[in-house]
């Protein structure tokens, strides 16, 4: 359980590692930027990577669904005709 927790913190460093630098390169965050901008700014981009990721997530599932739809609607034995 401790090493799930320690890969968990650091994947949590990661991102915010990661906002920072992005929230700088941006202009977001500059030398005149108080704790309070930067912590907002942070939790906003996590809320922005969260809801990408679920987007991203929720694409990938729809298209499997369709998939398995069109491959079900493809290989379905079809009726004999009556004459």
């Given at each position: 359980m401790g090493t799930i927790l320690k890969y968990l913190f650091y994947i949590a460093v990661i991102i915010v590692v990661f906002l920072l630098g992005?929230?700088?390169y941006d202009g977001q965050i500059t030398r005149?930027?108080?704790v309070a901008e930067v912590g907002?700014?942070?939790a906003d981009g996590t809320g922005?990577?969260?809801d990408d990721t679920r987007r991203a997530i929720n694409k990938e599932?729809?298209?499997?669904r369709r998939g398995r739809t069109?491959?079900?609607t493809d290989s379905?034995?079809?009726a004999p005709?009556?004459?």
């Open positions: 992005k929230g700088i005149d930027s108080t907002t700014n942070i922005q990577l969260i599932k729809d298209q499997i069109e491959e079900n379905a034995p079809t005709e009556q004459s």
